[in-house]
């Protein structure tokens, strides 16, 4: 088939353990968003969310893909937050808080809430690559913890001193050829320091039992370096699945604190390799 003047072949292996994907780069189309088309276009032409995983090769001057044959576990999508009938009554809890958050904040008619579009993006990048995954999973927890922590109780430097600052840096201003536009830069980055940083943030949530420590340095080791541009091909893949499955819990742990839900909680036990309930409560910020 052609796609932008692209001839793009689908192949499948002999032993049909997986379908190879073939199709010549082109810069002008965005490298960075072909795992995402593809899984959408995918989707689309079966009706229904797949599950698998991608291998995505970058060759010279083109792109290989390989969507393997997946286990249908939690190494490979997102798992519910709730798997055997024994959590069915924190089910129904969450169910209806999720219901009244929906109630509280819908007030645009026929689109979704915010947080159910961050979490239908972790769903659908749970079936596309582990890296994917992984990024959808950072923007997700940071989305909820900006909702959570509000950044003015954690401000640490004064308006009068900030005043100051930017009178000082005006009377400056000509003695070294500081043009307006560049003043306006320097106040608004010092302005800044005015708000917690990401990781002040998760320290205060950690110290609030809301996520957990290892749940925060996972955090801190991949949103910087996906975010830059840097890529999971070389890491070890069991350790990327199991700092995953650290990000799911938080996820879900964040998720739980914005829509009010006290009750059983998954957590994974990386000495058993496997999820385990934990009990959560509801904590005033």
């Known amino acids: 088939m052609n796609f932008h003047g692209r001839d793009i072949s689908l192949e499948e292996s002999i ?29 689309f032409c079966v009706a229904s969310i797949l599950v698998p995983r991608m291998i995505v090769k970058y060759l010279d001057d083109s792109i290989e893909v390989f969507i393997k044959e997946t286990r249908g576990d939690w190494r490979c999508s997102l798992i519910a937050p709730f798997m055997s009938d024994e959590q069915s009554g924190s089910f129904k809890k969450a169910f209806c808080s ?64 900030l005043d100051k600052i930017e009178n000082y840096i005006k009377s400056i201003s000509d003695e070294f050829d500081i043009d307006t536009y560049q003043q306006n830069r320097i106040i608004s980055f010092i302005g800044g320091l005015t708000y917690p940083a990401p990781r002040q943030k998760l320290k205060l949530l950690v110290e609030k039992n809301i996520i957990t420590q ?65 009990p959560s409560k509801i904590v005033v910020m």
């Open 15 to 43: 032993d049909q353990d997986y379908l190879r994907i073939y199709g010549k780069y082109d810069y002008n189309l965005g490298v960075s968003s072909f795992g995402k088309w593809l899984m959408e276009s995918l989707n």
């Open 98 to 161: 999720y219901m009244n958050y929906c109630a509280k904040n819908d007030n645009i008619k026929f689109s979704l809430l915010e947080l159910s579009e961050v979490f239908l993006n972790i769903c659908h990048a749970s079936n596309s690559s582990q890296q994917n995954f992984m990024e959808a999973l950072c923007i997700g927890c940071e989305y909820c913890f900006n909702k959570i922590v509000n950044p003015c109780e954690m401000s640490t430097i004064s308006k009068k001193f």
């Open 214 to 278: 290892k749940q925060m340095q996972v955090w801190l080791k991949y949103r910087p370096k996906l975010s830059h541009g840097h890529t999971l091909y070389e890491a070890n893949i069991e350790e990327v699945e199991k700092e995953i499955a650290q990000l799911i819990c938080m996820f879900y742990r964040l998720v739980y604190q914005i829509i009010g839900y006290e009750g059983d909680c998954i957590d994974f036990d990386e000495n058993e390799n496997s999820f385990k309930y934990v």
